[in-house]
């Protein structure tokens, strides 16, 4: 059975958009022709293009602020961190300056402390020495005690007045040691000097004053104020 063919007739009234069919109608140029009656698409005016321009402009400025911005905050923090440890370096140095020189003031001052503090013991033992002259006694016992008991030969040598005194009113144990009593010039008054076959004791003011200043770190030496130490030269 053949397959009836469309007969149906169009009226005009329902015809909006037709064209003549041609063979070259299927062509490039055909297809990019616009359909009839489609009107084309409205172009931008000059103050909607600038509009458009400004826009561009405001969004590209923004991006490029927010960008900055963002640097900014990096190499601030960069900033702050060069800038503490140069400040931190710079006061560690100050600090370590200001201990060394506290260091060499507190050496300064404990220098001179010992040196007042000796020349104070100095005037004491000066005081004791003119107003005491008992304490001689003991010095001389605690020189003879230092010996062995197997020492022989034993002298004590003494300053003149230390010798009378020790001779009219002392009370050392010389006999049981077998030792005696010599006078001596160049001894000076508070101090000893005790001989024996198997050494000496250097009992003299001068060796006890020396370990004495050493004891609080200051090398000093006993000097007179009427002149210098007996047996040394004056110049």
Known sequence: MATPLYSRFIPREELHSFSAWSPDSFTDESA???????PPAPQPTEQEREAQWQAQIAEAR?????????DGLVALDGFKQSYATQVTA?????AASFRAQLDAMEQQLAQGLSRVAVEIARQVVRSELSTRPELIQAVAQEALNALVHSARHIRVRLHPDDYQFLTQQGQLD???????????PDIRRGGCI???????IDASLETRWRRA???LGHDSHWQDDDGPTPGEDST
Request: aromatic fraction near 4%.
């Open 32 to 38: 990019a022709a616009p359909a009839a009656g489609v």
């Open 62 to 70: 923004q991006a490029g602020y927010k960008d900055g911005y963002r």
């Open 90 to 94: 710079q006061v560690a140095a100050v």
């Open 174 to 184: 010389l006999d049981s040691r077998g030792a005696r009593l010599v006078s001596d």
């Open 194 to 200: 005790v001989e024996s076959d198997i050494g000496l």
């Open 213 to 215: 200043a050493a004891a």
